[in-house]
């Protein structure tokens, strides 16, 4: 199938979506559930932590829902205990919170249904629909043929009788794992491959998260899936497109159980894939258990907590998904997207405030020395209702190293000796008169001079001021931070390309920490603020943007009144060519 890029057009109620068309026509006169409500459902594995990619199928259940007045349900597929953990439920319940969605009391569990499964299976077995095959896994791939070729099996005849006892043997624990199978049977010259009498139930002698050791047979999602749906009453199964080869498989299942429930109908879109990263839960848990990443949640992570600490807002994500759409062909979205609507929801909300990440001294030499004034900023110039706050100047500054150049080069509009004025953000005119070195010829501090009539960056005689406008913090009443900037996980665009290793697609330059930022002294109020906080990682963490810099929220986990850590959620420009 053809993968195409996807131009991001926002969709309208003009151009709805083709679920949300089907589904127009399901509800209408004459169709399949003409006047019932929409009912969907979200049943994440509990195997690891929800993604971005995950997003976008919640944000299609749940959001189906919504646009319908109907239900969503959330339940969890833990019907493969192996990797399966009450951790990764807490986290999935508090990631569809954070984005803002709701289940209700609708929040159900895969193996609150092993009982229904048993049964049903039983059920199949007595109609002559099931048996139990001896066949190991390899030798049943050598069986099962191909195209025009049908698949072969010893064991497909046996008597109801004899498969109803061994499929009791196995429920009791008297077979050893990997020994026996149930599979339906169905058309083993079917050219669907997934016809072709698959497995339906195996042993697995492992303990279940939720059951314990209860059970030692555990149903098949293509099994378990269907029979869960038509049971809670879903109307619209809506999932990702690999399992468009499995809906015959689906419909078989429903139509052949006896739930006293019409069949819910199964329809397909494509999964999102982005740029530069990676959305296989495999993957994903392989960097965080080889400790490649510092968990599930670091913020180079496509998962939604570490998103969420990366400083993307919930509201952002939902516009993102809104807008790339529902695709039928697979589509890979830029990673500049998502960036360009979190750029776009935090230049409205965030707060601005000065921040130095490499700092050097400024000194203004005709200033007072012990003398201190205050200045009001404005929080944020796009929304006047967010306020102000004050900031102090001195004598002695912190400015960025890069607004200095003892040699300027061409076009070079900031600092250098006998240069041209430049504005202190908010405060006075400057010019450069100089520098101080060490004994290794590094600079260590920049001399200058300001304008006293040109208090607020404006001369009081109206001239021009040809310098750039440049951010400071005041060295005698600001504190320390430790920054981290983020960038992509891998420097490939597509790390799970074919023939790829994606982790030698790992890039060296993803995280980089600086330390002995300086930043207004206004942040450890902020901070002591958010250490009150409850489940602070199941939050956004206070958000500013740093002016001439990035949009930075301070760090859910590690950061503190004593400790102040930043984040770059995203720089201030924007790569999305729109």
Not at 102 to 119: I, L, P, Q, T
Request: net charge negative; proline share 6%; with cysteine.
């Amino acid at each position: 199938m053809t993968e195409e890029r996807n131009t991001a057009a926002p969709e309208t109620e003009e151009s709805r979506n083709f679920i949300l068309n089907l589904i127009d026509q399901d509800i209408a006169e004459g169709g399949q559930f003409q006047g019932q409500t929409v009912h969907t459902r979200f049943p994440p594995e509990p195997n690891g932590y929800l993604h971005i990619g995950h997003c976008k199928a919640l944000c299609i259940d749940f959001g189906t829902a919504e646009k319908f007045g109907g239900l969503c349900n959330l339940r969890m597929d833990d019907t493969n205990p192996a990797k399966e953990d009450t951790e990764y439920v807490d986290a999935i319940q508090q990631d569809i919170h954070w984005l803002g969605f709701d289940w209700g009391d609708r929040f159900f569990y895969g193996s609150d249904y092993f009982e229904k499964d048993y049964e049903y299976a039983v059920e199949l077995i007595k109609k002559g629909l099931a048996y139990v095959c001896e066949l190991t896994p390899e030798e049943f791939k050598a069986n099962r043929g191909d195209i025009g070729i049908p698949a072969t099996s010893p064991y497909r005849d046996r008597p109801i009788e004899e498969n109803l006892r061994l499929f009791e043997k196995m429920k009791n624990g008297e077979v050893e794992e990997g020994k026996m199978t149930l599979r339906a049977k169905i058309d083993l010259a079917s050219g669907n491959l997934n016809l072709r009498d698959p497995i339906i139930y195996r042993i697995r002698f492992i303990n279940h998260h939720r059951q314990g050791t209860k059970w030692c047979i555990y149903p098949m999602y293509d099994f378990a899936h269907p029979i869960q749906d038509a049971l809670e009453g879903i109307t619209h199964s809506l999932c990702s497109l690999e399992f468009e080869s499995h809906r015959p498989l689906y419909d078989w299942v429903v139509s052949n159980v006896s739930i006293p429930y019409h069949k819910p109908r199964q329809i397909e879109f494509a999964r999102l894939g982005i740029d530069h990263t990676v959305m296989s839960k495999r993957k994903l848990r392989q960097l965080v258990e080889e400790k490649l990443v510092s968990g599930w949640d670091d913020p180079r992570m496509p998962t939604l907590c570490g998103l969420r600490r990366r400083g993307y807002t919930a509201r952002s994500i939902r516009n993102f998904c809104e807008r790339i759409g529902v695709a039928k062909s697979p589509n890979t979205v830029e990673y500049g997207f998502l960036e360009h609507c979190l750029r776009e929801d935090l230049n409205a909300t965030a707060q601005r405030t000065m921040a130095v990440l490499h700092p050097v001294k400024l000194t203004v030499t005709n200033y007072p020395e012990g003398q201190s004034e205050t200045f009001t900023v404005e929080n944020n110039p796009t929304d006047p209702t967010q306020g102000t706050h004050e900031i102090t100047f001195g004598r002695h500054l912190w400015i960025e190293t890069e607004d200095f150049l003892e040699m300027p080069i061409p076009k070079y509009k900031r600092l250098y000796p006998d240069g041209p004025e430049c504005r202190l953000k908010g405060a006075y005119l400057i010019r450069c008169t100089g520098c101080v070195k060490d004994e290794n010829g590094h600079v260590t501090e920049v001399l200058c001079e300001y304008d006293p009539n040109s208090r607020g960056g404006d001369p009081a005689d109206g001239r021009k001021v040809k310098g750039a406008t440049l951010h400071w913090v005041d060295a005698d009443n600001c504190l320390d931070a430790e920054v981290r900037l983020y960038d992509n996980l891998f420097s490939d665009p597509q790390p799970d390309g074919p023939d790829k290793n994606f982790l030698d697609c790992l890039n060296p330059d993803s995280l980089m920490v600086l330390r002995g930022c300086k930043v207004e002294r206004s942040m450890a109020a902020v901070a002591e603020e958010f250490d009150r906080r409850e489940n602070r990682t199941g939050v956004n963490a206070p958000t500013f943007q740093f002016m001439r810099t990035g949009y930075f929220c301070m760090d859910n986990r590690d950061c503190t009144a004593e400790h102040l850590v930043f984040n770059r959620s995203v720089s201030l420009k924007d790569s999305f060519k729109k």
